[in-house]
C-alpha cells in the first residue's frame, strides 16, 4: 500500500467505515479467545465482528484494508449487554495506526457504542449458548448424595446451583450475564470509523461524536447522515502548512483544524498531560528515555484509547528522532506470539482485569502498566543527561498550565478530563492581545512574575465589528468546545518544546561530527557516517552513561542519515529537520559556532514564540469548508429510517461519485 504523504494528501478523511455484527454469518468466536471463552458467560464472550461497509470503495493512494481496519476498529471483538436500570454501555472512543510495508503509516478514528438487537435469531441463540452454559456449571457443581447418585434439581434464576452458590466473585459475574429473551433487551456493539492519512484526534472524535447524536437525534427533518459523511468525505479539506481551517458539524457548532509553521514541531493533539499525570515527571522521563535506548516497552490496559495516547505520548517526546522499530499501540489477541521478538518494540496488550502485581520481565523489557500507573524499568537504566534540573523544568512548566500529576482521573473518561482542570484557556485569549510568561527558570526571573493570560469563560467579543472581523475568528458561542482543546494544545507545545531544548542543547554541535563524504561513499553499506569516540570525548562525563548507547541506536542512525540525505537534496529537507535547525540555528547565534560546551543548565526559551503563533493561527482561519447540505437525489425528509434502534447502512451510490473532488 503505497502511501501518501499528509502534505499531498488535501482529503480529511479516506473512508468510513461501519463494523459490527453480520445477522447473515451468525454469531462466531474470536479465534483467539476460544480457551478463555468456555469459562464465560455468553454474553461476556468476543465474537467475530465483520466490516459491514465502507465509503468509498476504494482511493488510489491508500487500497482498503479491510483485515486491518476491521481488526483495530474493534480489537476487543463484537460484544453483547443486556439493559441494566434503563442502562447500557456509554459509546466510546479509540483510535489506532496501521504501519504499511513501506513503512508509511494511516491513521483510524472509532466510535464504539450499543444498539438494540432486533434480529430474533441472534436473541435466540445467544440465549442457547447461555442455557448451555449454565447447564455445564450445573453438571461441574452438582453436589452428589451419600449413595452417589446426583441430585436433579434445575437451576433456578439465582444462580443456585443444587444445595450450593457460586463463589461470590463467579456468582457476581454469572447474575449481571444472565440474558432473560423474555422480558431483556439485548444490545450488540457497533462501530463508526474514518480512516485517514492526518492526525487529526480531536476533530475526528468531534465528528464521530456529532454523527452519533445525528443518527439518535428525534427530528425527521434533519439531512441524512449521507450528507455528514459525504462532506468529511469530499468538501472538508487540510489546511497547509502554517495555516488553519474551519469545518461545521452537526448541530451547529464548528471546529478549527491547524498545521504548524515550518520551524514549528509537527501537530500533536495526544494529550500530554494525561501522559504526566499518569506516571509523574521522574517516570516519564524514565520512559522516554527506555525509548531513546530503544528497549522492549510494553503497555497494559483495560482502554485502547490510553494505549495509543502513551505510546503516541512516547513517540511525539522524542523529537527530532523517532522510533524505527516495531510500533503496535494496540496489540490484536491473535498477534501475541510477536511479544516474543528479539527485537526493540513499542506494543500495546488490552487486558481486560486490573493487573495486581507487575510481573516479572527479562532484563531489558519495560513493563507499563497504564491504569495501575506503575511502571518496571529495564535494569542499569542509565539517567538522562542533567536529569534533575530537566525534571524541575518540567515540573515548572506543568505547574504553571494548572495540570495535576498523579491524579485518579481513570475514573473519568480520556474526553471528559478537562473539565475540572484548572489554568484553562480562555475566549479572550483568541480575540485581545495574549501576554506571555518568560522561559521557566529555577530562579527568579528579573520580568514580571504574573503574566498568565486571563482565564474568563464568559467574555464577550467586542462590540466594534472594526477591531475583530468575526467571520475569521474561533471565538464565538459556537466554539465553546474548543477551550479544553486548545489549552490541551498549548501545553502540548510547552512540554514538547522543552524536550526538543534538550536534544538541542545536548547535540549542538553534531555537525561538527559528521563525517563529510561523497555521494559515492554515502550509497556504500557499512559506512561510519558520525565520529562518535570524538564527539563523545567532548561530553560532560555524567552524559556518557546515556549518550554512548544512545549513538548505537537505529533512530539516531536514521537521524544522521536524513541530515546528510537533506545537505545532498534539498527535497529531503523535511518539517522534522527545519524545526530542529531553528532553534540550533538560535542557540549558536547566541553561543556562537564553538563547540565548547557551557555547563550552566539551560532552560526552553522558545516556548512563547511557538504559543503566539499557534493562538494567531487559531485566530485566523485560511480556509471554510462547506457545511453539510442537500445531495442529489436526496431528500431531506427521506432519512426517517435514520430514527431507528440501529445505525443503518448508507447509501453506497451517493458515497461513491464517479468522480471525486
Known sequence: ??????????????????????????????????????????????????????????????????????????????????????????????????????????????????EEVSDEAVRNAIWILQEMHLAEVTTRRRPRTRDGTDYTSSLPRSMKLGSQKLSLAEDSAQRSGLFDISRDRLYVSKTLCYVSQHQFVAAFRTLLQSLYARCCAASPHLLPLESYVFNVLYEISTPLVGQSSRFHFYPDAYFVLQRPGEDEIPLFE????????????????????????????????????????????????????????????????????????????????????????????????????????????PEDVPPFPDRGEFVVELRDVIKFYGATLNTDFLQHRIHHKNRALPRKFSLTDLTEAVSFRPAFRREPSPLPTDLRPSVNLRSELPASPKK???????????????????????????????????????????DHFVLQLDSADYNRDNIHTFDKATFLSDQPDTHIPFLSPFLETQMFATFIDNEITALHDHEGFTLAHAAFHDRLNNLKHLMGESIVRTDVYQPCTSIEKMEQALVQRLKCFSVASPKPGKLPDMKVNSNKGDLCKEFRVLDARILNPTSQP
Not at 503505497?2 to 468466536?29: H, K, N, R, T, W
Not at 490484536?332 to 481486560?352: C, E, K, N, T, Y
Not at 468546545?481 to 498549548?490: A, C, F, S, T
Open 468 to 510: 475583530v472581523n468575526t467571520r475569521n475568528t474561533t471565538a464565538d458561542s459556537n466554539s465553546a468546545h474548543m477551550i479544553p482543546y486548545i489549552d490541551d494544545l498549548r501545553f502540548n507545545t510547552a512540554v514538547r518544546e522543552v524536550f526538543l531544548n534538550r536534544f538541542v542543547h545536548i547535540f549542538h554541535s553534531y
Open 1 to 114: 500500500m503505497a502511501g501518501q504523504g499528509v502534505s499531498e494528501c488535501p482529503q480529511l478523511a479516506d473512508y468510513f467505515v461501519i463494523c459490527g455484527l453480520d445477522v447473515a454469518f451468525g454469531l462466531e468466536l474470536e479465534p483467539a479467545s476460544e480457551d478463555v471463552n468456555e469459562k464465560r458467560m455468553p454474553l461476556d464472550r468476543p465474537y467475530k465482528k465483520r466490516v459491514l461497509a465502507h465509503y468509498p470503495d476504494n482511493v488510489s493512494w491508500n487500497p482498503f484494508d479491510e483485515k486491518a481496519v476491521g481488526m483495530l476498529c474493534m480489537p476487543s471483538g463484537l460484544l453483547f449487554c443486556v439493559e441494566r436500570k434503563g442502562k447500557v454501555p456509554q459509546p466510546h472512543y479509540h483510535t489506532f495506526v496501521v504501519t504499511k510495508e513501506d513503512g508509511n503509516r494511516y491513521f483510524g478514528y472509532a466510535l464504539t457504542f450499543y
Open 270 to 377: 495526544y494529550s500530554l498531560r494525561t501522559f504526566f499525570g499518569l506516571f509523574g515527571v521522574e517516570y516519564a522521563v524514565d520512559l522516554v528515555t527506555c525509548a531513546l535506548l530503544e528497549h522492549q516497552i510494553l503497555l497494559c490496559s483495560k482502554d485502547h484509547f490510553l494505549l495509543m495516547l502513551v505510546a503516541e505520548c512516547l513517540n511525539a517526546l522524542l523529537f527530532p528522532f523517532s522510533w524505527q522499530h516495531v510500533y503496535v499501540p494496540i496489540l490484536p489477541d491473535s498477534m501475541q506470539s510477536f511479544l516474543d521478538a528479539p527485537v526493540p518494540f513499542i506494543m500495546g496488550l488490552h487486558r481486560r482485569d486490573l493487573i495486581k502485581d507487575i510481573p516479572r520481565t527479562e532484563g531489558n523489557v519495560c513493563f507499563v502498566d497504564i491504569d495501575g500507573q506503575k511502571i518496571r524499568l
